[in-house]
């Protein structure tokens, strides 16, 4: 971009014309035909004006169609360029994201399973422990005559079989609460984050940050919606007069009370404030 720029540059200081003269002619803003001429195309507010004031200031330099449209194709590769080293660099931020969550999730989470599992385990076998010395004192124990069983109400079968019932009980109330747990668990993971929609009325120029990285910007053509799941702090600007409806978890937000700088509006949205 810097090398159209400079052509730019060079093309209109060779016919002795100023900035401010371009100015005052193409009712362009100065700051934007610097960062045309300086390659600085960040500096100016969407890609449909870069192309308009490329195509414009060419034709005022007196360059002609077939060299203006070279100048445009080759704008339009470095963006597809730009645009794929951008879509790579998120790609590999979400990979590392979500590696660096499941690491999280082994780290601290999978300890607390263990505990239950060894819990449960220990429970299991201190049970069927219990229940292995029972039967065998059971099995000592001396059969009483008949007569002395009818007097004394000993039955050695019940006995046992009351321990076994113990010992299920036990094991299955133990099982209970470890599903209770992980349910409980399970719901708070999958617990969703209120959306913030954006909706155009007509077609405008919309950029949202997020602690200075650029979650959304481009074009938004009208009845077209953006929809993004945060409860974080964000910043929105687009055009003034503003196109756009914003909604945060379905309440709407008034963002024409934000700050307004020439032809655009900054809008610092706070969702604890806000709401």
Known sequence: MKD???????????????LIEVEKDLKIRKKY?????????????????????????????GINEENINQIIQTYNNLEKQKSGLKKTK?????LKTKDRSLFEKKRFFFPIKYVYLTSFVLIIFIGLLLLSRSLKEAQDFPVP?????????????????????????LIKSEAEAIIAEYSKRDSILTKKLPIL???????TWV???SEDKIIFEGILFKDEEF???????????????TKIKTYYDDKSIEIGKGIIDNYLLKFNFNPKQNI
């Open 4 to 18: 159209i720029g400079n052509f730019l540059k060079e093309r209109r200081e060779a016919r002795g014309i100023s």
């Open 33 to 61: 035909l610097q960062a045309l001429e300086e390659g600085n195309i960040d500096a100016i507010p969407g890609k449909t004006y870069i192309i308009g004031y490329l195509r414009n200031y060419s034709k005022y330099l």
């Open 90 to 94: 998120e790609e590999n931020i979400y």
């Open 145 to 169: 005559s008949p007569e002395i069983g009818n007097k004394t109400g000993i039955n050695i079968e019940e006995k046992a079989n009351d321990i076994s019932a113990l010992t299920e009980e």
């Open 197 to 203: 929609k954006l909706i155009a009325s007509d077609k």
């Open 207 to 209: 950029k949202i940050l």
């Open 227 to 241: 929809f993004w799941g945060t409860d974080q702090v964000l910043e929105i600007i687009t055009e003034y007069p």
